[in-house]
């Protein structure tokens, strides 16, 4: 099962740091953070792989960073420099190698002044 934690009411150029622990997952191909804003399509936040390379939306790149502890199976999302359109719910994904995937209960993430 995943678990995210970390979202929460932060004001314009804030830092949260989202987690995500994968319990009784195992052979993890890779694992991801989407989002969805209200009225818009889920999107692609940030990806890691099973060999540490990672991949980021154009609008979080130099924000974002993602990162993962394998000995934990945690997954995380620093974000700083948080900006009011980065306002979403957030979602953790996890795809194993048997291409079973697995997806988080979400955790609310606002920027607000």
């Known amino acids: 099962q995943l678990q995210a934690f970390g979202g929460g009411l932060v004001q314009p150029g804030g830092s949260l740091r989202l987690a995500c622990t994968a319990s009784?997952?195992?052979?993890?191909?890779?694992m991801a953070w989407y989002r969805q804003a209200p009225g818009k399509q889920r999107e692609l936040v940030a990806l890691?792989?099973?060999?540490?390379?990672?991949n980021y939306l154009d609008s979080v790149t130099g924000r974002f960073t993602i990162s993962r502890d394998i000995a934990k199976n945690t997954m995380y999302l620093q974000m700083n420099s948080l900006k009011p359109e980065d306002t979403a719910v957030y979602y953790c994904?996890?795809?194993?190698?048997?291409?079973?995937?697995?997806w988080g209960q979400g955790t609310q993430v606002t920027v607000s002044s």
């Open positions: 994904q996890v795809m194993t190698t048997r291409g079973n995937d697995y």
């Open positions: 009784g997952i195992f052979t993890i191909n890779y």
């Open positions: 890691i792989n099973s060999g540490g390379m990672t």
